[in-house]
Nanobody, 126 residues
């Protein structure tokens, strides 16, 4: 069983930065693809970024590519998301998610993820 907990959300101005962290329990984390998703009020949860177990393969949703950076440190059981050049439309609850398929791809479909954190709020003011 894997448990995830996000931290690092908060309030930022447009153009500013935040760094989200996700800490995990469980020994299998180092083999699992991980992702970040977000959900704005009244909208569906959508893919933001994903990373495979070896950090070689990363993927981003088009609107955040070049502004957000996903990374992981398996030795610390931590996955991070650096948010730069923030825009008001980035405002959402951000969720860390883990697949239950070792060595698999970090898919954009939230149904491919078995483990979820509780979410952390990111609010960007204009």
């Amino acid at each position: 069983q894997v448990q995830l907990a996000e931290s690092g959300g908060g309030l930022a101005q447009a153009g500013g930065s935040l760094r989200l962290s996700c800490t995990a329990s469980g020994d299998t984390l180092m083999t699992l693809p991980m992702g970040w998703f977000r959900q704005a009020p009244g909208k569906e949860r959508t893919f933001v970024a994903g990373i495979r177990y070896n950090s070689v393969d990363v993927s981003y949703e088009d609107s955040v590519r070049g502004r957000f950076t996903i990374s992981r440190d398996n030795s610390k059981k931590m996955i991070s998301l650096q948010l730069d050049s923030l825009k008001p439309e980035d405002t959402a609850v951000y969720y860390c998610a883990g697949s239950n398929i070792p060595f698999g791809r970090a898919e954009a479909d939230p149904n491919e993820y078995a483990y979820w954190g509780q979410g952390t709020q990111v609010t960007v003011s204009s």
